[in-house]
């Protein structure tokens, strides 16, 4: 059953529906606004249960969206090759069953989140190679045992690995 009506939308502005009847419910983001050389896309009715996304080499421009983080059934995000800019958002800490994540090759600056390395619990692979990071390298969780390539290019990072 779809429901649509605004007395049953959530307060985040999601549609639900209940998938067969074996609940729970599932979440569709309303819109997610990409926005590429000065065009912009947008993307409508993006179910929130995607285990996979990858925008890699597709010159987005721009932070990455806080609202990935919203996806937290995701396995896999690779947003690698692109120019994004700013720091990494805390906000996916709330992909908590990712697996892999690589942000590799964009012109991300700032720290690596503590949060992140805190709710990243399943993680087996990173990659945040050739970016502008500083700091330490969090050394909590599996955070310390990627592999060095996982950070390199990032001339302002310290610690191990």
Known sequence: MITGDDEDQ?????????F???????YYLDTLTIVSK??????????TILTYIDF???????????????????YGLNLSNN???????????????LESLDLSRNELTG???????DGLIFLSVLNLSFNRLFGRIPLIKQFSTFP?????????????P
């Not at 959530?10 to 209940?18: A, G, M, V």
């Not at 890699?56 to 995701?74: F, M, Q, T, W, Y």
């Not at 994004?84 to 069953?97: A, E, M, Q, V, W």
Request: proline residues 6%.
């Open 111 to 117: 720290e690596i989140p503590l949060q992140l390395a």
């Open 148 to 160: 060095e390539t996982s950070y390199e290019g990032n001339q302002g990072l310290c610690g191990l």
């Open 38 to 47: 000065n065009l912009e896309l947008e993307l409508v009715k993006i179910l």
């Open 56 to 74: 890699s080499c597709n010159n987005l421009v721009g932070p990455i969206p806080e609202e990935l983080g919203a996806l937290k059934l995701l």
């Open 83 to 97: 120019v994004f800019t700013g720091r990494i958002p805390s906000s996916l800490r709330k992909l908590s069953h």
């Open 10 to 18: 959530t307060e985040l502005n999601y549609l639900q529906f209940d």
């Open 20 to 26: 067969y009847g074996l609940g729970p419910y599932y």
